[in-house]
């Protein structure tokens, strides 16, 4: 019988415990994973066990590099992109499927601009005054990537939105806008979105050769002979050509992305833009795992990109927790401060911690070799956009249920008037002692005063009874309805921006006159309404497919950073992955999201997705 090595399976690991004799390292992270109830700080804590650590061995292709740890340079870097990143948060809010795509292709370019940074840091980065002039140039980028985040629409200039445009326009000129008003401004919002894409066209251009000249600085400083073999033979360059050409390539893909939007692009210019921007990373990304692999090649140390991951995580980690936080200043005096909403902040809290907590939990895996560290690395840019839009999508969802509770004081508002101007009769006055006391306070709390109301829709009852028309107090009370919904919408930070078709919409209904039947009525208030509702709520229809995506990716990290060793690694990997595609199931709650919302008798419609984002339950 043979007595060569046993041939193990892969999946028998499924059943394996840790212990000391197979894998030191392995059993000194469970023993961490042990954490007490409670610990006396006056005993000493047994010293763990000695690792051996191998020493690194160079490949005769390889070379052998000593770059200097400068935490402050890499602090710099990274609060660099977070800026930009929290510009780009702010500029383009995750509320519709085309702000999602806007959204990460923006932050493709801004993760790889900080990405390909640190691949070069970790392997030829310098304590001298070159690199740090190149900081300071790396700044700069991040910097000027910030100023063209406001409003970036991926898809602009390649949808067709002419009907929207058309639309927009009548509704501004039943607004009472001058034809010429209407024109600056159009002429205004096509001209802003050409001038972002140009400078970001040579912001990025910058960076490439800001990148390129370090590669180059680099390549000038390679011995002519190979020092790791001291055998006289010339040292290797072919992963720094390569490196080189890449960034060359991309700089000219970008002044060229320049020169095709020009200052009126086509349909076609705006294609070609994408593909111009695009083709670049992935260039540059192919080039990185074909000069790990050809001579001159310098190793990618694993433990050097985590630590650089693990702080952008953490870093993107607290921009989504300030953006949910800042919707809990809400809920004070505008929502009752009751239990659901206690448990809305402690859930918000748990789903904090678990994907803080889960993401630690993978080691930093430094035996891995350079094209899997690559790819662990690279891959986090789909981890990262998972996360930021599930973030987005909490903050979202516990705005949206905070808006739905106060809004459902303006809907009791509308049937208790309706109601009373039926029992009444027609031509008779409203009084506020007409409404009960829970209603009037309601009111109060978002500061809307119900005698205002009343005075306006008295005076529309007085119009009425001249014209001789019974459906006209109606339309005064829907418009007084559309000025409570608006006061509501703004405290929370909620009312669509100056050029939404909504808010062109709320305003031709409420400025209008009220005997503008084309304009006033209740057809068009409900789908104002829906609108409303539907704006702040459609993160709910992709909430469910990001957040499985974050658990889904997190188990394919876990896998590039290594094949599970034991049966806890198996556990962990097989849970996130099962339960990730479970999440992305209850994406089918989405069906027959696009029909009507609310009926007449403001109940939730269509799909159950609209009632539990309405309910905080999504």
Known sequence: MSSGPKFRRPFSLLRKESSAEDDLTLYTERQNCLVPLTSSPFLEKPAPPPIEVKKREYHQDELRVYVSAIPWSDLLLEIAMTTTFASLTDGTPILQGSSVSSYLSFFAMVWWVWASQVAYNVRFRQADWFHRFFVFLQLLVFCALATFTNNFDITNGITNETNEQRLMTQLQLANFASHQDIAVANFRSSRLPTLNARGISLTMAFSRL???????????????????????????????????????????????????????PSKAHQIAKLFLWYIPIIVEVTAHFVAATVPGRVRYPAVEIYKRSSTVFIIILGGGLDTITQGFQYIVGNVSNGWEHIGLILCAAIIFILLFTLYFEMSEGDKLGSRRALGLFFFHYFYLSALIITLQG????????????????????????????????????????????????????????????????????????????????????????????ATILNNFHALSDDDSLLLAKMNAFSDNDASNYTEVNNGTYQDIIGEVFTSNATPALWFYAAGGSVLVSLALMCLLNRWPRDRYEWGQTISRLVLGIVVIAFSALDIHASSDVIDDNFKYKGSRIWYLAAHSWV
């Open 210 to 264: 800001v990148l390129l000249v370090q590669y180059a600085h680099a390549l000038w400083h390679v011995p002519r002979e190979d020092a790791i073999l001291g055998n006289g033979r010339r040292a290797h360059r072919s992963a720094f050509f390569v490196h080189i050409g890449s960034l060359a390539f991309s700089s000219v893909f970008y002044f060229v992305a320049y020169g095709v939007i020009g200052k009126n």
């Open 394 to 485: 909490i903050s979202a969802m516990l705005r949206v249920g905070n808006i739905d509770n106060a809004l459902e004081t303006h809907f009791q508002f509308v049937k208790d008037s309706s109601t009373l101007m039926t029992n009444k009769g027609f031509g008779v006055y409203l009084d506020e002692s007409d409404y009960s006391d829970d209603l009037v306070y309601s009111l109060n709390k978002p500061g809307i005063a119900l005698t205002s109301l009343l005075e306006f829709m008295n005076y529309g009852i007085d119009a009425a009874v001249i014209a001789s028309d019974t459906s006209l107090p109606y339309n005064y009370l829907l418009q007084a309805d559309i000025v409570v919904m």
